[in-house]
């Protein structure tokens, strides 16, 4: 990699973590080796073996897939807002927007509700990607000065349901059937799909999402935008709270820039007897599909049980992808010193 | 009867799709993160030649096609048949005309193609890169232009049709690129 790619790598980690700082958020740098591992049936965790001193085989260890659980042990044991800024590993995952071993930024901001932490993504990544990438410093700020040229990029927010409507023409995304889903895609020109049972309306609600709607988010015309979706379906809050004034939707977003998802963010969950259920259902789910089990954190869930999370938002979002739109590159693989076949 | 899986998916592999051998050109893996991974996938029909999609979902297994590229001598056509041989076997294989119907033309007697064999079957022929050809009709063009500033049609002796510049006479040995289907240069 060229030097001078590696140095705008290296501000833009620079210009994330001044951003947190300013703001008084610190960073911490929690384990990537851990006894437990994410339920989460689409996600899969690499593993490795660590000789413990006293045991006598080696002991299995996931390798994180996000640094959520241990950030929020710390956040129950009082650290306030933090970040996190550092490799997260999910197995089998490359392509131009995945790469197995990828930069993670996550953070969490105490007493922020979800729309609080959206409007500060908003913030980041104006920060970020109104700058032109093709621009040395001085030029920008002759241009600033001089044109006073306005980079702001449009901003989009929608709910889950209104995406579909507006992206989709399907106006009530809760209420249609599998066979509208279907339809929807061959009307879109979306190519055949094989191996999807005709009446599985969730995953095909799903196609309709990755293949129709997210596709046009987060554009306009030719330049780039920002596309907000919030309140995803309950049955995908994750760890996201229920939203209080409607219990099909959660307070979870994503955020899109050109057709792709930067982050993916909860109003979060505060009570163990919560996450436990959630997670029980996710290994239900991992155990039906197939999948091994995975570890548990009781380590979290005895944490939360003593101290429940406070009231917190957070945010998990892909440097890669985020180096990849500043720089105006289709495979993130091209901001990246050394991909997965290259290493 | 071997398989693939999506997870074995990449460009070049050879599948059964409807009972035709197909290749992929593309495969790109969906993770949602928060959803079931799919696989997007770019392929073309050996058969026909189109270029087809499809979205698999994650863990769908496919056949496996058994084709196979091999580097075969071009013999002879009887009319209904295009002969070829493993210079090193003497196996001998036969050609139909949908196999070789874009290429004829530029098929020399004795020059290695390289054969896609299904089932060990040709299914396609590949002639090599450049040939050199005569040409056997073309118009005389005007003398002293050296330039090669215009061009014109010329009738090669497989029957290829190729432009090539004006300078170039009835007789003439040249060299043309078979992908392009274009003249390259006068042949010493």
């Known amino acids: ?343 | 009867m071997a398989t693939y899986s999506t997870t074995e998916f990449k460009a070049g592999l050879k599948f059964l799709m409807d009972g035709q051998p197909c290749t992929i050109i593309e495969n790109t893996q969906v993770s949602p993160g928060k959803g079931q991974a799919f696989n997007r996938v770019r392929y073309r029909n050996l058969i026909t030649g189109r270029v087809l999609e499809k979205t698999f979902k994650s863990g769908e297994k496919v056949e496996a096609a058994d084709v196979v590229d091999t580097d075969l001598q071009y013999l002879y056509t009887d009319g209904d048949f295009w002969h070829f041989m493993d210079p090193a076997s003497f196996d001998q294989f036969q050609a139909t005309e949908s196999a070789v119907a874009d290429i004829q033309k530029w098929l020399i007697e004795q020059d290695m193609c390289t054969v896609t064999l299904f089932n060990g079957q040709p299914i396609s022929v590949t002639p090599p890169k450049q040939i050199t050809l005569e040409i056997i009709d073309t118009d005389p063009g005007l003398k002293g232009d050296t330039a090669g500033t215009g061009g014109k049609p010329a009738t090669l002796s497989t029957g290829a049709v190729v432009q090539v510049p004006l300078f170039v006479q009835i007789g003439e040995k040249v060299i043309v690129n078979t992908e392009k289907g274009e003249y390259i240069s006068r042949a010493k």
């Open chain 1, 1 to 343: 990699m060229k030097r001078s790619l590696l140095l705008k790598r290296s501000q833009l980690f620079q210009q994330l973590r001044t951003f947190f700082y300013a703001r008084s958020v610190i960073e911490v740098d929690t384990p990537m080796l851990s006894v437990a591992g994410a339920p989460d049936c689409h996600l899969s965790s690499l593993t490795t073996q660590v000789q413990v001193p006293g045991e006598r085989e080696p002991q299995p260890y996931y390798l994180h897939t996000s640094p959520e659980y241990p950030m929020k042990r710390l956040l129950c044991e009082g650290s306030g807002d933090i970040f996190y800024l550092g490799k997260v590993f999910r197995d089998g995952d490359l392509s131009p927007r995945h790469q197995v071993e990828f930069m993670m930024l996550e953070w969490y901001r105490i007493g922020f509700s979800m729309q609080d932490l959206i409007e500060e993504v908003v913030v980041l990544l104006h920060h970020v990607l109104n700058v032109p990438p093709n621009l040395s410093p001085p030029e920008i700020n002759a241009k600033r000065t001089s044109t006073t040229v306005d980079h702001t990029l449009r901003v989009e927010q929608l709910t889950y349901q209104q995406a579909f409507a507006k992206y989709a023409n399907i106006s009530n995304i809760f209420e249609a059937s599998a066979s509208q889903c279907q339809a929807c895609l061959s009307a879109y020109g979306v190519p055949e799909i094989v191996g999807v049972a005709m009446e599985d309306k969730g995953l095909w609600e799903q196609l309709v999402l990755t293949e129709v709607v997210e596709p046009q988010l987060g554009r306009e015309g030719e330049n780039l935008a920002i596309t907000v979706l919030s309140h995803y379906p309950a049955s995908q809050a994750a760890l996201a709270q229920i939203s209080s004034d409607n219990p099909l939707t959660s307070e979870r977003f994503e955020v899109f820039v050109k057709g792709m998802e930067l982050a993916n963010g909860y109003h979060e969950l505060r009570e163990a007897s919560f996450y436990q259920r959630r997670f029980e259902a996710s290994l239900n789910e991992r155990v039906q599909q197939g999948f091994s089990p995975v570890a548990l954190d009781e380590r979290l869930l005895t944490t939360l049980t003593q101290t429940p999370l406070p009231d917190c938002s957070g945010v998990a979002l892909g440097v890669d992808r985020l180096f990849a739109l500043q720089q105006g590159f289709d495979d993130i693989q091209q901001g990246i010193a050394f991909g997965l076949l290259e290493s």
